[in-house]
């Protein structure tokens, strides 16, 4: 069982920037393809990026936000960058026991997810 936490999720005005974290548990962090997915309020859960031997983004979001890992800490990253008021989400890390490449970025290939953390980007 793997189990995630998620962190680094707050409030920001347009144009700012957050960095998420997620944590892992287990020891063969760096065999996992990890992935961030989003879903606002009324919308159903969305791609945003994953990493597995290579990283892959949703379009929304290329060019802003830059997933990266660090296997000796068992953390995913998520830079966002140039927030904007459709950014505002939760923001949830996903798991899959397998590193793959291209990384998927349906939501049924992942078998493990964090609680979530909110992302709220003001005017």
């Known amino acids: 069982q793997v189990q995630l936490r998620e962190s680094g999720g707050g409030l920001v005005q347009a144009g700012g920037s957050l960095r998420l974290s997620c944590a892992a548990s287990?020891?063969?962090?760096?065999?996992?393809?990890m992935g961030w997915f989003r879903q606002a309020p009324g919308k159903e859960r969305e791609f945003v990026a994953a990493?597995?031997?290579?990283?892959y983004y949703a379009d929304s979001v290329k060019g802003r936000f830059a997933i990266s890992r660090d296997n000796g800490k068992n953390t995913v990253y998520l830079g966002m960058n140039s927030l904007k008021l459709e950014d505002t989400a939760v923001y949830y890390c996903?798991?899959?026991?397998?590193?793959?490449?291209?990384?998927?970025?349906?939501?049924?290939?992942?078998?493990?997810w964090g609680q979530g953390t909110q992302v709220t980007v003001s005017s």
């Open positions: 996903a798991a899959r026991g397998t590193r793959m490449s291209p990384p998927p970025s349906n939501s049924y290939e992942y078998d493990y």
């Open positions: 287990g020891r063969t962090f760096s065999s996992y393809t």
């Open positions: 990493i597995g031997w290579t990283t």
